[in-house]
């Protein structure tokens, strides 16, 4: 049996120097090879998958707590135990962010991008995990040291405010080789929400060094589908390479397995085995599924391989003789086989025989044909279809013809004998005289294989063939050409023309072959032939055709009897010509310019006219006139004598274009700005310009300065020597110089604090605005403006105006961002409940006389004293900055009690010891159990031990409800006592 594994590799390929460990998702083995026995086999699928662990996110845009690796990862050269998840598609390994704010807003590229240092994002944009069916956040750690994989898992995540749409991705780390993968399900666009930006690349912890997918930076909008990007770092991890991978995303190790075939696209079922059993080659896959993906393994199988089988043919010994045979070869000698073939693809009689000791079995009594589909059955194995093969028949033809001319001319007394074929056979001839199909003769040929064709006239015989049988035809033969002794030649004698052009007043004489005779005359006119003239000869041999047309005359023939002569030569008749002929004066005008034909056309006779004006208009006079308008014209006369017509024409342009033209340079300009207006008019010789504000002037081409601003309609009349006149108009936009403000809510504000920018300038002509924040951002066509600098300390924030004729204008103001306040008040502790307080301080800011405080109790000191476990947050605001801490305070000093214990020894609750984990805080510790009589089976007084087992004196005390008494002191002093029930159950 055939064995092809086709892995789907997911993550990691053979492409880094053997240094990425390639790992194959599903695996797909076989239990068995196929033979003529054996016909099934069972397919087993192995799965190799994660195993994922909730990453603990719960609100939006929030770090997920510090999470292990599981091995060192090396990021930009820091070596890396452990990250943080960032619930907007990022991983992060500053684990100071732990919990904290997660941002979301994508306003530049990610190369020194703040909000994303120490990232990787695969890609970063804002999801919101916090609402019901949000998706989904998991992680888990793959494969065997040291090529173990970390994954994380973004599962059918709801994009913010666009929450029907969702997104899945999978980012993976691999050990040793610090390869980063990201391979995206799907990443749809939330165009109203953060213009649908997002971002696939590293960036590393100082914002100096970043890598990103091609287009998928900012501000890149776009979709992703089945996408995967792989990020490789040098080999000094200062910088990394990205490429583009096959999407490969690792399934769930827990997913059930389901089988399909691939030749046929075909559902199997399901299960980590499938047996199956193929007739023919073909190919399996089996299917995990991971979030919303499925991975696949492929296994080809092959049947036991067909014996070959070989073809001999033999072709018949005759045409149409069924005596033909075809040698089988390469069967096992001696056995038994079934054998089908097909003639002409119609399935034959099945032949059963036994091979011979040479392999072969013999087919005969075969006709001529194509064999094919040969298959032979040896027990339980068949061969491979073999053929086809074709017999044919042996050929036939016509070796010569010979030919007897008839005696005379018009006889039918000549002859052509075929040679060649079969003798003593009757055989159907068939041929063609002058192209023409005649009836096919039948007979048979003599004891030399030859037929005598008899009684022919003259002629051209071809396509000669001879039919035997059905199909056994021979190939064509021919031209013979049969004819009489050749008659004396004709001539033209004489041609007389037609009197005028078009008149069938014309003759021809033709000398022919003997007076008197009843001759048939045939011709062509003009290449057409025309229909047969017969006349009686003349004494003197000719023959006159009268009433003749001009054109070419040729083909001439005279037949008398059956005997044909060809007459030598052609006529040509032609009668007098017409000429057509005129000129013209011409009379110029505003309005239209007059044109005086005068006709000079000659003819034998009478003449007609039509005239053509090119412009649509026509006229029948000798000599007319006609008003035309500008352009380019061309006349044409015809003249006629009704039979024949000539034409003539004449092409002549008029006109005297007037045209009024102007463009001003500029049409929008600024207050003052001289403006130029170019003057393109045709024809033209006097000018006369109004430019819309009171002035005028007659120069070609003048200036003219706009002190006011507004809308100006520019008028220009041209005329010329007749004098004709013609107006343009065009309009000149005159702009305003504008001033500029720049309004804001504040001068000093918080870092991270969004504030409204307004710029006040004119808005007449304007173009459009550009902000410069002075912090490295720099924002077009936005007014008013939002804005928050992440940095601290004086910034210089420009507004500049542009404006599509006047002068820019801009302004700016200088503005102080001071920093956010920091605020900690220790690590999470725990106390004694009811012991001494505890304090709680803020010392970070103990001598800033502007901060104040709000603690979650209500007080709003800087210190807080508390006596009783709990959970303790407090705000810090300094200059309308805030910042938060919190502490959780455990209860140190406490114990619990179970009420059932099991001592059936599974190494689950086999003890009754309310302590370990039960308890703390304690310094003595009393246990006593009685049963139900009062018997003492189980004394303690250490801290430490296992507890009671459930025996006395090393005997299994029976199932029921026991009583205790314990006494505890904790480590303040403070003193406890219990008295309960404990049930024992195995």
């Known amino acids: 049996m055939k064995k092809t594994f086709l892995h789907y590799a997911f993550a990691v390929l053979l492409l880094f120097c053997g240094v990425i460990k390639s790992v194959a998702q599903v695996t797909v083995t076989s239990s068995d090879s196929l033979s003529c026995t054996v016909t099934c086999t069972t397919l087993t699928a192995t799965v ?43 991983l992060c390994f500053d684990l100071s962010l732990a919990g904290a704010y997660d941002p979301w807003p994508i306003t530049a ?30 992680y888990s750690l793959t494969g065997s040291a040291p090529f173990r994989r970390y994954i994380v898992t973004f599962c059918n995540d709801a994009m913010y405010s666009c929450t029907t749409q969702r997104t899945s991705m999978q980012m993976i780390l691999y050990e040793t080789t610090n390869v980063i993968e990201t391979h995206i399900a799907t990443k749809p666009v939330c165009s109203t929400w953060n213009g649908g930006y997002a971002i696939i690349g590293v960036q590393n912890a100082t914002g100096t060094a970043a890598t990103v997918a091609p287009g998928r930076d900012f501000p890149s909008v776009y979709t992703c589908l089945n996408e995967a990007w792989r990020f490789t770092p040098s080999t000094d991890m200062s910088s990394y390479a990205v490429s583009s991978i096959p999407y490969a995303p690792v399934p769930y190790s827990t997913s059930p397995v389901y089988w399909y075939n691939v030749t ?27 979030c919303a993906d499925t991975s696949f393994g492929y296994y ?42 097909e003639l002409g693809g119609v399935a034959q009689p099945t032949i059963i025989g036994v091979a011979s000791p040479t392999g072969t079995h013999l087919i005969s009594g075969l006709c001529a044909g194509t064999y094919g589909n040969f298959v032979a059955r040896q027990g339980l194995c068949a061969s491979a279809p073999a053929g086809p093969v074709t017999l044919t028949n042996p050929t036939i033809a016509i070796s ?68 035997y049988g059905v199909t056994c035809i021979t190939p064509a033969v021919g031209p013979y050409t049969l004819a009489g002794p050749p008659p004396p030649p004709a001539y033209i004698t004489t041609i007389v023309q037609p009197t005028e052009c078009g008149f069938c007043n014309g003759s021809i004489t033709i000398r022919a072959v003997a007076p008197y005779t009843s001759d048939t005359v045939r011709y062509s006119f003009n290449g057409v032939p025309q229909t047969p003239f017969v006349t009686v ?86 000599n007319p006139w006609h008003v035309y308008g500008p352009g380019t014209y061309t006349v044409t006369l015809f003249a006629t004598n009704h039979r024949c017509i000539d034409s003539t024409k004449l092409t002549f342009t008029l006109g005297h274009p007037l045209k009024a033209v102007f463009a001003p340079d500029p049409a929008l300009a600024c207050q003052n700005q001289p403006v130029n207006f170019l003057n393109t008019s045709i024809g033209a010789t006097k000018h006369l310009w109004q430019f819309g504000d009171g002035k005028f002037d007659t120069a070609a081409n003048p200036v003219n300065n706009y002190k006011n601003s507004g809308s100006y309609k520019v008028m220009l009349v041209e005329s010329n020597f007749i004098p004709c006149y013609d107006t343009a108009y065009a309009t000149v936009q005159i702009d305003t110089q504008s001033g500029i403000q720049l309004r804001l809510t504040d001068t000093v504000w918080c870092a991270g604090t969004y504030v409204t920018f307004t710029g006040l300038y004119a808005d007449l002509g304007n173009t459009g605005v550009t902000w410069d924040f002075g912090d490295g951002e720099i924002t077009k066509n936005v007014n008013p403006i939002y804005h928050s600098f992440n940095g601290t300390g004086d910034f210089i924030v420009t507004v500049n105006a542009h404006y599509r004729a006047c002068t820019d204008v801009s302004t700016t103001r200088k503005v102080t961002v001071v920093p956010r306040p920091t605020v900690d008040v220790g690590r999470d502790t725990s106390i004694c409940k009811g012991s001494q307080a505890l304090t709680l301080t803020d010392a970070g800011n103990a001598g800033n006389a502007a901060a104040t405080w709000l603690w979650n109790t209500g007080e709003r000191t800087r210190s807080i004293n508390v006596t009783s476990p709990g959970f303790y947050y407090v705000k810090v605001s300094v200059n309308n900055c805030e910042a938060t801490d919190s502490v959780t305070v455990a209860n140190d000093c406490y114990v619990d009690i179970p009420n059932v214990f099991t001592p059936n020894g599974d190494g689950v609750n086999d003890y009754f010891f309310p302590r370990q ?61 219990h008295k309960g029930n404990v049930t024992l159950m195995r």
């Open 48 to 90: 190799v998958g994660d195993v994922p662990t909730a990453s603990g996110i719960a609100i939006d845009d929030r770090y997920s707590p510090v999470l292990p690796i599981g091995f060192t990862f090396n990021y930009y050269g820091t070596p890396h135990t452990q990250l943080v998840i960032g619930p907007n598609g990022t």
């Open 109 to 138: 590229v990610l190369l020194g991008n703040a909000s994303k240092y120490n990232n990787i994002c695969g890609p970063w944009c804002d999801i919101d995990i916090s609402i019901a069916g949000g998706g989904t956040i998991t």
């Open 264 to 290: 046929t696209g075909a559902y199997l079922g399901t299960g980590a085995t499938m047996t199956v059993c193929p007739t023919t080659t073909t190919t399996y896959k089996a299917g995990a599924l991971g």
């Open 300 to 341: 080809t199988v092959t049947p036991a391989p067909s014996f070959t089988i070989s073809l001999t043919p033999t072709n018949p010994t005759k045409c149409e003789s069924c005596d033909g045979s075809i040698l089988i070869s390469g069967l096992l000698p001696n056995l038994p086989d079934t054998i089908n073939y």
């Open 400 to 467: 010569s013809v010979t030919q007897v001319d008839p005696s005379i001319c018009g006889a039918c007394d000549g002859q052509l004998t075929i040679r060649g074929l079969y003798p003593s056979h009757t055989f159907t001839i068939n041929y063609t005289l002058n192209g023409v199909a005649q009836p096919p003769f039948t007979g048979t040929t003599d004891a030399a294989g030859n037929i005598t064709l008899v009684g022919l006239c003259e002629g051209v015989y071809a396509n000669i063939t001879a039919r």
């Open 537 to 622: 000869a003349g004494a003197d041999s000719t023959i006159y055709l009268p009433g003749l047309c001009e054109g070419f005359y040729s083909g001439f023939s005279v037949k008398i009897g059956n005997c044909v002569t060809n007459v030598i030569g052609t006529a040509t008749l032609a009668g007098p010509p017409i000429t057509a002929m005129f000129d013209t004066t011409f009379r110029y005008g505003c309005s239209g310019d007059t044109v005086f034909f005068h006709n000079h056309s000659t003819s034998a006779g009478p003449l007609y006219y039509v005239w053509q004006f090119g412009d649509g208009s026509s006229d029948t006079s000798a």
């Open 917 to 977: 984990l039960l308890a703390k805080g304690l310094t003595s510790f009393k246990l006593n159990v009685y049963n139900r009589w009062g018997q003492q089976v189980f004394e303690s007084r250490t801290l430490e031990g296992s507890g009671w087992d459930g025996k006395l004196n090393g005997i299994a005390q029976p199932e029921g409800v026991y009583v205790y008494i314990i006494d505890v002191t904790f480590r303040d002093g403070q003193k406890e006592y």
